[in-house]
């Protein structure tokens, strides 16, 4: 889906280590990809620091718009996980 919407196959592998390549992303992108991380390991423990952080590249409407996408694919994954279905290519 990344690919459709333009991010690069380099981009897409680096996410995993994005404090690696950070020249791969721009900060909206990287403070994005920290939210998602954090809400994917501990949606408890968003901190001041990020909602900032957020707020400075996206307006109320946009953080909750990438939290629901966030949500969605982390219940698609948790589901999948769970019953063991095999990744489609």
Known sequence: M????GVSEDAIYAMADKEDNP??????ELVALEFAE????DANNVSDDLWN????HFDEGEVVEIA????IFN???R???ALNVDVTK
């Open 38 to 41: 954090v809400m994917s390991k």
């Open 53 to 56: 952080r957020l707020r400075l």
């Open 75 to 77: 219940y698609f994954n």
């Open 79 to 81: 589901f999948n996980n």
């Open 2 to 5: 990344a690919k459709q919407f």
């Open 23 to 28: 020249a791969l992303f721009t900060d909206r």
């Open 68 to 71: 629901c996408v966030i949500g």
